[in-house]
């Protein structure tokens, strides 16, 4: 079964993959205005929002099974448009479909591993780091694309948004194999995500949400404005054909994820929930840093190093600790409620990025990158304070609610 379940999120991931890393390059070299680019990445976080209702669709109406092979044909469809989008309207529409597609499609994934899986705090790194491999495989096939294309890589997108769409296909495919995860019409409550917001409150949660809402607010910074840094700083250093190189520069976050996800049971084992989820925001306080200096080339290459130890630490220590809170029912409603935070830090950290970006003069925002990162690093710094003194988890309140309930006062 973890080796189904790590096709699953392979395939997932290098969806995304094809279309996330190179975006706002793709949009810039398009012509695209910075708030134009910022609409358009803006999108992932607007339909991220809905995640709730995508929560009760899984956990309550129709399986995750089904849901996910919907899914694989919209985003598939979605990505033919845009590869044919030369507009700004035509673009942002796509990329807004798409997210329809893919938002509850990453969800889906979430709830059918942790629903399969007999020990997600052993397994989930063993399955989530083949996800981090499928992000990572359609860069170095863009960067064959682009060598065979001249180092064009704004013209070799058209044929890899296909490639995309055809993984898309795949996994909605592969999804009616797995085993069936059936909704429970008759579960603690009809509606599935107001249950699982009763059941998780409190200090300790609200200062999770923070943080959560917290990185994916800065998070955005680091989206757009790194590529675009790298590509500027790889074309000073060997022109164009060094900035070909640019979707595999990028990948060496995800290298060193591969490395941190394989560890993770071990560094849950060590320094507990609390302490990996410290050890990854604080990772994402010196990225900032690092990419607030802006050069040189090294040290902006050298941050990508430290993604690893914010997806795994940070990021895939808060599914899990999410994960333990609720009951089993729920599992897909609590996913999405952690969705949906992400949603709304991710649309204002985009469109933040954007207006920071049109405050500059046209022509000069590449260099002025720098002290956008700083604003960042800054709200990153006072939300980290803020988790560290108030992130204190304890035994689970569903744990709690079944205690009571078998041995009743």
């Given at each position: ?288 840093l690092m990419l607030s200096a802006g050069k040189p080339l090294a040290m ?110």
């Amino acid at each position: 079964m973890i080796a189904r379940l790590a096709l699953m999120l392979f395939l997932q991931n290098a969806v995304n993959g094809v279309l996330v890393p190179m975006f706002s390059v793709r949009l810039h070299d398009m012509g695209f205005t910075p708030w134009q680019v910022a609409m358009c990445s803006a999108t992932n976080g607007m339909i991220a929002m809905a995640a709730p209702l995508m929560g009760q669709v899984a956990d309550r109406w129709v399986s995750p099974n089904r849901c996910l092979a919907a899914c694989g044909v919209w985003c598939a469809a979605a990505m033919v448009a845009m590869a044919f989008a030369q507009s700004y309207g035509a673009m942002f529409l796509g990329a807004l479909v798409y997210w329809l597609g893919a938002v509850p499609m990453s969800l889906m994934c979430s709830s059918i591993a942790f629903s399969l899986l007999d020990n997600p705090e052993r397994d989930f790194g063993k399955v989530r780091v083949w996800g981090t491999i499928g992000w990572m495989t359609p860069a170095w096939v863009l960067l064959g694309w682009s060598a065979l294309m001249g180092w064009d890589t704004h013209a070799s997108m058209t044929p890899y948004l296909f490639l995309g769409a055809g993984l898309s296909l795949f996994l909605g495919a592969f999804a009616l194999t797995l085993p069936v995860t059936k909704p429970r019409s008759q579960g603690v409550a009809r509606v599935a995500p107001l249950e699982a917001l009763r059941l998780i409150k409190g200090t300790t949660f609200a200062c999770f949400v923070l943080a959560i809402f917290g990185w994916c607010l800065v998070h955005p910074f680091n989206v757009q404005g790194t590529p675009l840094l790298l590509k500027d700083l790889l074309t000073q250093a060997g022109g164009e054909k060094a900035a070909g190189w640019l979707p595999a520069v990028l990948t060496l976050g995800q290298i060193n994820e591969v490395g941190t996800m394989l560890l993770f049971p071990l560094v849950i084992r060590a320094i507990g929930k609390r302490g990996s989820m410290i050890l990854g925001l604080g990772a994402w306080l010196v990225t900032l840093l690092m990419l607030s200096a802006g050069k040189p080339l090294a040290m902006v290459v050298g941050s990508l190093l430290l993604n690893g130890l914010v997806i795994t630490n940070f990021l895939m220590a808060g599914q899990v600790y999410l994960n333990g809170e609720v009951t089993g029912d729920l599992r897909a409603s609590v996913q999405s409620l952690f969705f949906t935070v992400q949603g709304f830090g991710l649309m204002a950290g985009n469109l933040i990025f954007g207006a920071l970006r049109d405050a500059i003069p046209e022509g000069e925002f590449e260099s002025d990158l720098p002290a956008i990162f700083f604003i960042g690093a800054v709200i990153t710094a006072l939300i980290y304070g803020v988790f560290l003194l108030g992130f204190r988890p304890g035994k689970s309140v569903s744990a709690k609610a079944d205690e009571t309930e078998t041995n009743p006062a």
